[in-house]
């Protein structure tokens, strides 16, 4: 691997590791499983797979026997269907308006978030002169996608509404799983219940990746978790049961001394307290490597730590390495930016962001590599 071209000439090296998503799959969906329960779970790809590639990770997936695959936008699932002729790809945005008959021929399922959807869903099934599969989104309370209360209800008194079209999938999604002690928990999970009831013999989907964690009430039918797939820790307050995923490295260009009361990097945001050696690596925030971790991230070289100083540039980062022996940094020494010292957790909180905001921002600039015992990748 070392030997490639692409990889001695990268300036950074991102590592995604398909067998921990596997795994991480694997162990959500044998939770699901638990106590006999018949429990499947999908796998929420949108943005990418959370940056690490939808087509490669959902080939990976589908090997292990995933079927159902969440994407956001109606593109998405389009590039995915090419990479995954048979799994049902489910959209969560919906159909824009004029999209219909995209939709129905790359073999997308919709979320069907209103009652003018569910319409102009069955205007498509009737103009293609056949039955199309529907998934219906009721909101319970995070008012941003999703049918109502009265419309579900609608339906609820008048399944002639949705003649036509295949019930996939009965789904809510959860405003605050990642804090388990919230009423609004328990009380989306009545909703969400009750519209369950009201329309029998389609399976539900309700639990996110913090929401599998709730306890199996909140399983239904299908787990839909997307973050704790790629290694995002689901329990915020406890330790990680998911397997690490990604990793980041970023090259050393350039190393070179400044004196102390010296700045480095635009707007002199960093002055140095005393003579130091500062090594300039090639990430910056057009790579997603956020401008808030100037003077903020941590990098560390062999378990070493190294911390951002400065302030983070469009393509280039700051680290102060006066503590390592110069034998230690010498250009094209691997800075560790993600990985076995620093989560994707730990950088987003380095960052004040989350870990998924971490993600959905890795940069197309990265020398990719995915890892696999199997030959599979
Ligand atoms: C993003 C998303 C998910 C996955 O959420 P995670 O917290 O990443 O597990 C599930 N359902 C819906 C509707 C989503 O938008």
Redesign the pocket.
Known sequence: MKQDPAFLRAGAVLTVDLDAIAANWRYLRDLGRQGGRRCDCAA?V?ADAYGTGAATVGGRLAAEGCRHF?VAHIDEGIALRQALPQATIVV?NGIVPGSEDEIAAHGLVPALNDLGQISSWRACSQRLNRALDAVLHHDTGMNRLGLSASETEMLANDRGRLRGLRLALLMS?LVASEEPDKPINPSQLARFQAFVERMPGAPASFA???GIFLGADYHFDLL?????LYGINPLPERSNPMQPVVGLWGKILQSHRVDALETVGYGQNWRAARPSRIATVAVGYADGYLRSLSNRGLGYIEGYRVPIVGRVSMDLITIDVTDLPEAMTPPGTAVELIGPHNSADQLAEQARTNG?EILTSLGSRYHRIYLTASAAA
């Open positions: 929420v949108k969440f969560l999604h996110n990746s913090s839909r978790p997307g973050a704790a998924y």
